[in-house]
Nanobody, 112 residues
Framework: HVQLVESGGGSVQAGGSLRLSCVAS?????MGWFRQAPGKEREGVAA????????YYADSVKGRFTISRDNAKNSVYLQMNNLRPEDTAMYYC?????????WGQGTQVTVS
């Protein structure tokens, strides 16, 4: 079982930036970020394959968010720039191999 711990959430004004971090207790092939706003379904934001480095971004964040990883630290990061009020949500780190089996507790991002 892999445990995930997120950090870096907070409150910012529109146009600002935040960097989310997620540390895993073990190695997984894929790590990513999801978010869920009140009353909305959870959506995938970004993901990265820890071996190839290939990435995925939701259309809504392309050009504004960047996902990166540090395999030596079993960590994944989400740099969020030019934040918008619609980015407000609980952000969850997820990890796994063929699917996202492991989930963090979430970190709140609020953009006003």
């Amino acid at each position: 079982h892999v445990q995930l711990v997120e950090s870096g959430g907070g409150s910012v004004q529109a146009g600002g930036s935040l960097r989310l971090s997620c540390v895993a207790s073990g190695y997984t092939y894929t790590m990513g970020w999801f978010r869920q706003a009140p009353g909305k379904e959870r959506e995938g934001v970004a993901a990265i394959h820890t071996v190839s480095g290939s990435t995925y971004y939701a259309d809504s964040v392309k050009g504004r968010f960047t996902i990166s990883r540090d395999n030596a630290k079993n960590s994944v990061y989400l740099q969020m720039n030019n934040l918008r009020p619609e980015d407000t949500a609980m952000y969850y780190c997820a990890a796994g191999s063929l699917r996202f089996d492991y989930w963090g507790q979430g970190t709140q991002v609020t953009v006003s």
